[in-house]
């Protein structure tokens, strides 16, 4: 037991990191999760960090802005060709997105052969470590994550092909840098997999409430238990996930039992 | 009553910390075993890492973050090995007695480092612009920091000034008389040949006068291409090298490849205090060190 790292100074920016991610993954995992494609979000990462090693490789220089602009090009270029190919071969998409991630992630190897310092960014795209965010980090992401959502509401009714792939392409490039692969992939699918089977807003107050959960209980615990966070909140995501589950499944089945007595209790 | 002390016995080993002593946060576990020589019970040390990890990279843990926000000084090797992470961990712990100045201390500034860049070339692979960092595996360069440190405790608690001075000079000593029986042991190394994993053994081969002939890293931190390594076993066999050198922390596998293919034994060396069980302090490191090397040099 630790209790010097339970303090809100420490871990109060990874929480807002964390909020934020949650924020545009959480509608956006409902989708990947529809069109069977989880993993989107690895293929996307990797392609984002072949676009920075290869800015790198043309001189781009390794701090500023011009790395997060060249993963953000490269994400994009990446989730125009899914586009392309999610219409020109749509029963295919899937094993397609692994083939994409396959190339990017060696991809990245052959063109580190000469750029090595390439490699700590590579490692920081794809670990990322969310107990170093700082409050420079947050401002960005969160400007970036509220134009998301608000596009994400606008064209709520026609999120599909390019418009769809490119907010998360986006999305994906921002989070990743921010709190890493595994946890992205985490908050996209565990919240919208714990509420399958519930339908409109309610579904998607759960995948929140069950993201938020996941990701305080897994801060706390990490710092009592002296765990790496990141990996840790991706443990109590999955636990808040299935008590979501749980719940959900035993309402719903007080429901069905007995729909008088709950109808009176209401 | 019985419970009673028990209890108290637990609180005063883990839960009061002497509100009297430094409170020191040492990058790696040879500075935070120098410290302890120089300052005994006049401070509190933690280590942010072990001999088991790579030092280039470590994971984000809360409590690593409240280790430093509360430490009065920051002892870490500097020269860039701890770039990935020491200074997100200072900006993060938002302390400013250690961001800079007295209470933050990196040995590189105290010593020159070996095979400093004329330039800078990415070419070269995850070159350290200020030097090959690996230096504690030198003892005259651990003295040398040794100096400069006791002299950095006296400045941040003058009180205890002549403690750390009395330290120091009973642990130059002690080191000195150490550096002695370790060289006159060592001497039948001089001259052999040696193989490394990563290009961190360096002042180890300086100290003792090993040559070394090849790298199974030829740039550091990028993997060997097959030609490399066709290469290195033929080097390894025909230069007589007598053994592969790799850290505690290092994978073993490239290293036993080529053990297998040249017949020259693969060394794990503890490289740092805690790297095995006889390291336990700075004086067990190099002992450990210097008897695993002539084990094989037979």
């Given at each position: 037991m630790n209790w010097d790292g339970l303090d809100i100074g420490i871990l109060g920016p990874a929480c807002i990191a964390g909020l934020l991610v949650l924020s545009t993954h959480v509608p956006l995992g409902q989708q990947v999760l529809a069109r069977g494609i989880i993993f989107i979000d690895l293929a996307i990462a990797q392609v984002a960090a072949l676009g920075v090693i290869l800015a790198q490789a043309l001189g781009v220089d390794e701090h500023g802005y011009g790395v997060e602009i060249a993963a953000a090009i490269a994400a994009l270029a990446g989730g125009a060709l899914l586009t392309w190919t999610d219409r020109k071969w749509p029963d295919y998409q899937e094993p397609l997105i692994g083939t994409l991630f396959v190339l990017a992630a060696t991809g990245s190897l052959l063109l580190l052969a000469n750029n090595p310092h390439g490699g700590e960014h590579l490692k920081d795209l794809l670990v990322g470590q969310i107990l170093w965010v700082s409050a420079s980090q947050l401002v960005p992401v969160a400007v970036l994550s509220a134009l998301l959502l608000g596009a994400m509401w606008v064209w709520r009714t026609r999120l599909s092909g390019i418009l769809f792939y490119g907010l998360f392409a986006l999305a994906i490039t921002a989070s990743v840098q921010l709190v890493g692969v595994y946890l992205v992939f985490a908050s996209l699918i565990i919240p919208a997999l714990a509420t399958t089977g519930v339908e409109g807003k309610r579904r998607l107050v759960y995948a929140y409430a069950t993201g938020i959960a996941g990701y305080v209980t897994g801060l706390v615990l990490s710092a009592v238990l002296d765990l790496p966070s990141g990996a840790m909140i991706v443990w109590t995501l999955a636990g808040c996930g299935i008590i979501a589950r749980l719940l959900i499944a035993s309402a719903s089945r007080s429901r069905a039992e007995t729909p008088a007595s709950a109808a009176r209790a209401r | 009553m019985n419970k009673l002390a028990i209890f108290a016995t637990i609180l005063l080993a883990f839960g009061v910390r002497n509100a009297q002593a430094l409170n020191v946060f040492a990058c790696e576990p040879e500075w935070g075993s120098l410290v302890h020589e120089l300052a005994g019970d006049a401070a509190t040390v933690d280590a942010g890492t072990t001999a088991l990890q790579d030092v280039h990279v470590i994971e984000a843990k809360p409590s690593l973050i409240a280790k430093v926000r509360r430490a009065d000084l920051v002892v870490c090797s500097g020269a860039d090995l701890e770039i990935g992470w020491l200074p997100q961990l200072i900006r993060q712990a938002g302390n400013p007695k250690v961001a800079s100045g007295a209470g933050y201390f990196m040995a590189s500034d105290q010593i020159t480092t070996l095979e400093k860049p004329s330039k800078l070339d990415r070419s070269e692979g995850d070159i350290h612009p200020q030097g090959n960092?690996?230096?504690?595996?030198d003892p005259y360069r651990v003295l040398a920091v040794a100096k400069a440190l006791a002299a950095r405790l006296g400045e941040l608690d003058p009180g205890k000034a002549a403690t750390y001075q009395q330290h120091l000079a009973d642990f130059t000593t002690r080191w000195q008389t150490a550096i002695k029986g370790w060289e006159a042991k060592a001497a039948p190394l001089k001259g052999r040949k040696v193989v490394v994993h990563h290009m961190s053994w360096i002042y180890l081969e300086n100290w003792l006068g090993m040559e070394q002939i090849g790298a199974l890293e030829p740039k550091p931190g990028v993997p060997p291409t097959s030609a490399h390594l066709a290469s290195l076993i033929d080097v390894t066999k025909n230069a007589h090298a007598f053994a592969i050198l790799r850290a505690a922390y290092q994978d073993p596998k490239p290293g036993d490849w080529l053990s297998e293919h040249t017949g020259v034994p693969a060394v794990t060396l503890p490289f740092t205090v805690g790297g095995d069980d006889q390291s336990k302090d700075l004086f067990g490191l190099f002992d450990s060190t210097i008897d695993k090397l002539l084990a094989v040099a037979k």
């Open positions: - | 960092p690996h230096f504690q595996m």
